[in-house]
Every structure is written in structure tokens, then in C-alpha cells.
């Protein structure tokens, strides 16, 4: 069994690959192509894009997701289930296509009303903010659990 550390560790390296994968597939290119853009191995972009990655450092995945561009927000909870890598933004230019107008509009209400507040009204709400992401990524994970546990039980 591993300790929380180490399970923490292993959701982590997990969900930024998973991250790394989803934005090679956004970008609609080969893992070899992906793999010289990032400046790894193909067969580490095969690891990665499988989710092979017990044997790859968080540090290195960590590397290859900053050479995708994509904003991305590690948090690592209580617990190794509250762990997780989350799009923490969009701005990279394959991730643009992905943005709507009510976003946009909901993201400028918010950075005008980011600027309204004082520096420890900022502060709260930027720990409200995790607090609700946390929340979001282990309904998430609960989820995903439940619909394991129901797959598994069918006759």
C-alpha cells in the first residue's frame, strides 16, 4: 500500500498526463510530431498518451506541460483522493476554439470584479476558489468510483 505522499504523487503525475494527452489530441497532430513539439522520446509521448506514467517523474511531466502552454493548477488536498491537474485557463491558442462568449463574458465580469476587491477579499476568494475546485474534482472522482462499482456488478 503507498503512503499518502506517495499516492498523492501518483494522482498527480496521472492527471497532468492526462492533461498533456488531452492537448496532443486537441491539437489533432501524431505522438511523434507531439513528441519533437516537446522535446521528448516518442515512446515517453506513448507512455503519456496512455497513461503509462508510473515510471516518469512529476518533475518531467510537470516540464512537458509547461512546453504545451497550457495553464495548469495542482493541488494536492487533505488526500491523495483530493489530489488533481486542472486547465487552470486558456491561454493557448488550440484551447481558444474551445472558448464561448458567455465564457468570455463571465470571465471579464470576473476579472472586474477581481478588481474591486482588496487585497484579503482576494485572498478569501482565491481559497473559495480551491475549495471549490477540490470539491468539484472528488464528486468527480467519487463519481467515476460509482460508476466502477456499478459496472462491476452487472450479472
Same mark, same amino acid.
Given at each position: ?10 494522482? /498527480? ?9 488531452? &492537448? *496532443? =489530441?486537441?491539437?489533432?497532430? @501524431?505522438? !511523434?510530431? +507531439? ?39 495542482? /493541488? ?9 491537474? &486542472? *486547465? =487552470?485557463?486558456?491561454?493557448? @491558442?488550440? !484551447?481558444? +476554439? ?51 462499482? *456499478? =459496472?462491476?456488478?452487472?450479472?
Amino acid at each position: 500500500m503507498l503512503s499518502p505522499d506517495d499516492a498523492t504523487i501518483r494522482s /498527480l503525475r496521472t492527471d497532468v498526463a492526462l492533461q498533456i494527452a488531452r &492537448f *496532443v =489530441a486537441r491539437s489533432g497532430i @501524431s505522438q !511523434l510530431a +507531439a513528441a519533437k513539439q516537446l522535446g521528448i522520446p516518442q515512446p515517453t509521448m506513448s507512455k503519456i498518451a496512455n497513461g503509462r506514467v508510473t515510471d516518469i517523474s512529476l518533475e518531467l511531466l510537470i516540464r512537458i506541460a509547461v512546453r504545451t502552454g497550457v495553464p495548469m493548477t495542482l /493541488l494536492t488536498g487533505h488526500g491523495p483522493e483530493e489530489a488533481g491537474a &486542472f *486547465v =487552470a485557463g486558456t491561454s493557448n @491558442s488550440s !484551447l481558444r +476554439a474551445l472558448r464561448s462568449t458567455l465564457a468570455d463574458a463571465a470571465r471579464e465580469s470576473l476579472v472586474q470584479s477581481q478588481r474591486r476587491l482588496t487585497p484579503s477579499q482576494r485572498l478569501e476568494a482565491f481559497l473559495e476558489h480551491n475549495q471549490l475546485l477540490c470539491a468539484l474534482h472528488e464528486s468527480g472522482r467519487a463519481a467515476k468510483l460509482e460508476r466502477a462499482r *456499478v =459496472a462491476n456488478r452487472v450479472p
